[in-house]
């Protein structure tokens, strides 16, 4: 069963420019999630998605968006981009069912360096 | 969210078990007790999970203190492979559709020596 797969895995952008993420869940998992990584903040959740809706939202300015389609694959967008968005990000997909508490499966990551 | 506190980094040394602590001592009595690691240039990946009872499985085992407010991961026999950031994270059985947000904290770095 193939993973969760995120392109590119590597991305260079100037300050000012905006960028696009991509991501592909696992077949059948219909809930994807979106973390950015940095040194200094950790792990901080962005968003979720599930059946093309955002259902959860991290502490984000607006400059960071995404959606989801009907095959569940996700974008995420990241507008005026400034230095500090400099960041590895994950995308995790997950089974939704009824009470579970399913694990996430996570991506390798986009690493986004903004110079 | 309930917090957890973790050691910032453990050392250990190969084929020995290892113990991994994490308290939580603010936990609800529907979050679950969860635990991912994420090794070098990897993402996260999922460990282990528990409610109230000790859970085992082919990774590790999740010993869950009687009051809930602490819990142990213990990896038996700690490899290499084990060297990782791991992160305790505690998740609302009943949170519905909230309970797919995932809040990590800054984890436990196990260093493993060979």
């Known amino acids: 069963k193939a993973g969760v797969t995120q392109t590119p895995r590597y991305l260079i952008k100037t300050r000012g420019q905006q960028v696009t993420l991509s991501c592909s869940p696992i077949s059948g998992h219909r809930s994807v999630s979106w973390y950015q990584q940095t040194p200094g903040q950790g792990l901080q959740f962005l968003f979720e998605y599930f059946s093309e809706t955002q259902r959860n939202k991290g502490n984000f300015p607006g400059r960071f968006s995404g959606r989801q389609f009907s095959n569940s694959r996700s974008e995420m967008n990241v507008s005026t981009l400034e230095l500090g968005d400099s960041a590895l990000y994950l995308c995790?997909?997950?089974?939704?069912?009824?009470?579970?508490?399913?694990?996430?499966?996570f991506g390798p990551g986009t690493r986004l360096t903004v110079l | 969210d309930a917090k957890t506190t973790q050691p910032n980094s453990m050392e250990s040394n190969e084929e020995e078990p290892v113990h991994l602590p994490c308290n939580h001592s603010?936990?609800?009595?529907?979050?679950?007790i969860h635990w991912y690691r994420q090794l070098p240039s990897q993402g996260p990946e999922y460990v282990i999970h528990g409610l109230t009872s000790n859970v085992n499985n082919r990774m590790a085992s999740l010993a869950i203190a009687e009051d809930r407010k602490s819990s142990t991961l213990i990896l038996h026999r700690a490899t290499l492979r084990d060297a990782a950031v791991y992160y305790c994270?505690?998740?609302?059985?009943f949170g519905g559709g909230s309970n797919y947000k995932l809040t990590f904290g800054k984890g436990t770095l196990l260093t493993v020596n060979p």
């Open positions: 995790a997909s997950s089974l939704v069912t009824s009470g579970g508490l399913n694990e996430q499966f």
């Open positions: 603010t936990i609800s009595g529907t979050d679950y």
């Open positions: 994270i505690l998740r609302d059985g």
